[in-house]
């Protein structure tokens, strides 16, 4: 994965936005607006699930608008054409636990990772034939149990499939976790990032055990136990198209969510 440093990610802003207008480049001949259910406004979002998670659209390297339309189990992109060449277009995606300032109903999140029990989750995805884009996991862990503003200590990826990019960082192995085989990347990026890539890209994961990858992320000393585990997100890094991109089914249990 290749982000912007977490000091200009700091400057996002996650808020419930709906019938939002976007400004288009020139050119355009009217801005975008939100039709109901989605979100266009770079950094929106809006709760699913009676609150229990939260879509944003996170435009965070790109001026193209984008909109995603929310429902309870996820969200679809539609629209978005982006041409993105050094990192990531957006992240649209979707959420449980505290991020940015908001934090979804009912979570437990900041949590140590040390009182954690078992954290479980369900991730399912649609993708056209065209562009080029990651659908991963976005795991976020602070030194501090912080809710409002940038994570400062470890964001743990897993891929489940790209059609291209690679990780930020270097490759220093694979590891057998979940009952696959996935590559190990690490880099830094602001933060420490590891990131895991699934040996066999799939579109779907039912029941998928997290805290074997932060176990794992202990194991190589980039994890110590009392950080905190703030937020579980799943979604897309579009870098060309977007349009189409597609989770159909996310869901967490063991942190709180519905």
Not at 20 to 37: E, F, I, K, Q, R
Not at 136 to 156: H, K, N, Q, S
Not at 186 to 212: C, F, K
Not at 224 to 239: D, K, R
Request: aromatic share 8%; charged share 15%.
């Amino acid at each position: 994965m290749r982000r912007t440093p977490l000091a200009v990610l700091g400057t996002v802003l996650v808020g419930t936005i709906v019938g939002c207008a976007l400004a288009v480049p020139a050119g355009a001949s009217a801005p975008v607006v939100a039709g109901p259910g989605e979100v266009c406004e770079k950094f929106g979002s809006t709760p699913v699930a009676g609150g229990h998670y939260e879509v944003q659209n996170n435009v965070w390297g790109s001026t193209d608008p984008q909109c995603v339309r929310a429902f309870d189990t996820g969200f679809e992109v539609v629209l978005g054409d982006h041409h993105a060449t050094e990192a990531p277009a957006a992240y649209p995606s979707i959420f449980a636990g505290c991020h940015y300032g908001t934090c979804t109903t009912g979570t437990v999140l900041p949590k140590a990772v040390r009182e954690l029990g078992p954290v479980t989750s369900t991730f399912a995805i649609r993708a056209p034939q065209s562009g080029t884009w990651v659908a991963a996991y976005d795991i976020w862990f602070d030194p501090t149990p912080r809710r409002t503003d940038t994570v400062t200590g470890l964001e743990l990826m897993i891929w489940l499939r790209t059609t291209g990019p690679a990780p930020i960082g270097e490759r220093v192995g694979t590891v057998t976790l979940a009952g696959t085989e996935w590559e190990v990347w690490q880099g830094e990026n602001g933060a420490q990032v590891l990131s895991y890539v699934r040996v066999q890209p799939t579109d779907r994961v039912d029941g998928l055990d997290l805290m074997a990858f932060a176990r794992d992320a202990t194991a190589r000393g980039k994890l110590p136990p009392e950080w905190y585990l703030t937020s579980v997100q799943a979604g897309f890094e579009p870098w060309t198209g977007g349009k189409g991109l597609t989770a159909t089914q996310f869901g967490v249990t063991g942190i709180g969510a519905g």
